[in-house]
């Protein structure tokens, strides 16, 4: 019998992923990390963290990969995948002080909620504040939730601390002439993701597109873009499931988001 379609785009994607695997630079601990790792080339040097509670991240950091590829955005990855799966963590990588030198973005996908030593947050925020640019994906929002300080709340240019339940959310687009939206369809719906509840729009964000509650009716940012100092800051609140991973319209405007946070 011939292998069916889905089974070669199966085989395929587990191919690509054993390259990714393989070529990309992974580290397991920080020691490596922080000591200027741009090579001799124009590819967009990004640090990845991931980790923590409730999603797939070895997938999304795949997915993530595959779509700038696709696009024929040059990026040189690092990946940080630490902290298990709970919601209480620190990342090791956060004590080397020079955590975030050589990288043009660093892109926050990590999830650790009840993390809240205000010390350790400013040791991720300050870098940011001084020009370290940034994305922020999904549950990144609520972690460091507990936090009594503002810090990464500010750094995030949104204040979240709950979702509403998982639905196919039409998305409305504010700014259409933005870098990061262009192309965006009028008429799409998101995968099956939650609704992030946004509780405050900090002053220097620029909210790119919203999605409305089906319970309150209310208006939410979904993408959006934050001057955080010096460094600017590209946020989504969706990225919940595999199924919004493997969403061609997300991928695009994340892959645009990343070019942007980039200066490119
Ligand atoms: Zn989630």
Redesign the pocket.
């Known amino acids: 019998m011939k292998p069916s379609l889905s089974t070669l785009h199966r085989i395929a994607w587990m191919v690509f992923f054993t390259a990714v695997a393989s070529t990309n630079t992974c580290f397991g601990q920080a020691a490596a990390v922080g000591t200027n790792p741009k090579p001799n080339n124009n590819n967009i040097s990004v640090l990845l963290i991931t980790g923590g509670c ?2 797939d991240y070895d997938f999304q950091s795949k997915s993530m990969q595959l779509a700038a590829k696709e696009r024929g955005v040059p990026i040189d990855w690092t990946i940080v995948n630490e902290g298990g799966k709970g919601t209480k963590a620190t990342i090791e990588l956060y004590k080397n002080p020079k955590w975030f030198e050589g990288f043009d973005v660093v892109i926050h996908n990590e999830c650790f909620a009840d993390t809240d030593d205000p010390d350790y947050i400013r040791s991720i925020t300050k870098p940011h504040f001084e020009g370290t640019n940034a994305v922020v994906i ?2 990144a929002m609520h972690t460091y939730r507990s936090a009594k300080t503002d810090d990464w709340r500010e750094f995030l240019g949104v204040t979240s601390r709950r ?1 509403d339940h998982q639905s196919r959310y039409p998305v409305t687009v504010a700014k259409i002439d933005h870098p990061i939206m262009k192309g965006f369809p009028a008429d799409y719906k998101s995968a099956m993701d ?1 609704l992030y509840i946004i509780e405050k729009v900090w002053p220097n964000t620029t909210v790119l597109a919203t999605s409305k509650s089906e319970k309150s009716n209310d208006e939410h940012a979904v993408f959006w873009t934050n001057q955080y100092g010096k460094g600017r800051v590209f946020g989504t609140t969706y990225g ?1 499931s595999n199924e919004t991973f493997s969403d061609k319209v997300f991928l695009e405007t994340l892959v645009n988001g990343i070019k942007w946070a980039a200066g490119r």
């Open positions: 409730c999603h999904h549950c979702h939650e919940h």
